[in-house]
């Protein structure tokens, strides 16, 4: 048996199946452009230190504070400058370290950093 007449053999012992499938997924669409509602698009805003979320669907808005997940973290102080950080990535970075490194220092594992002297002051407050 030739390659097309298994083709022709086969479309015409499934043509019932092939003929539901295709009008299932005609009406899927049309039910889908008739419940069609707007796309939601996001955007986000930083306000100070904190990140708000807006998610607009048309003429309607939705504002959310996320919420930080895992450990809040540490109050971290330089004790040469007196500048106070809400936590040991923004010390870090405020001083051009990684956080690990930082961490050893706070860990007792090395001396200083640059020649800053670090103290963990606390834990912040969910």
């Known amino acids: ?15 019932y199946h092939y003929i539901t499938g295709l009008g299932l997924f005609l ?3 049309i039910v889908g452009l008739i419940l069609k509602k707007p ?6 805003q930083i306000v100070k230190d904190s990140k708000m979320v807006i998610a607009q669907t048309g003429n309607n808005s ?3 504070m996320l919420v930080r997940r895992g450990h809040p973290g540490f109050i971290i102080r330089c004790k ?16 051009g370290t990684s956080a690990t490194r930082l961490r050893s220092h706070l860990a007792g594992k090395t001396a200083n950093i640059f020649g800053y002297t670090f ?4 834990e912040m407050i969910a």
Do not use: C, D, W
């Not at 796309?39 to 986000?44: D, E, L, R």
């Open 27 to 29: 009406i899927g669409v």
């Open 119 to 122: 103290e963990k002051l606390g």
């Open 62 to 64: 939705i504002a959310q």
């Open 1 to 15: 048996m030739r390659k097309e007449n298994k083709v022709i053999a086969h479309m015409k012992k499934y043509k």
């Open 80 to 95: 040469e400058t007196g500048e106070t950080f809400a936590s040991i990535n923004r010390a870090a970075e405020m001083f």
């Open 39 to 44: 796309p939601i698009t996001i955007v986000n």
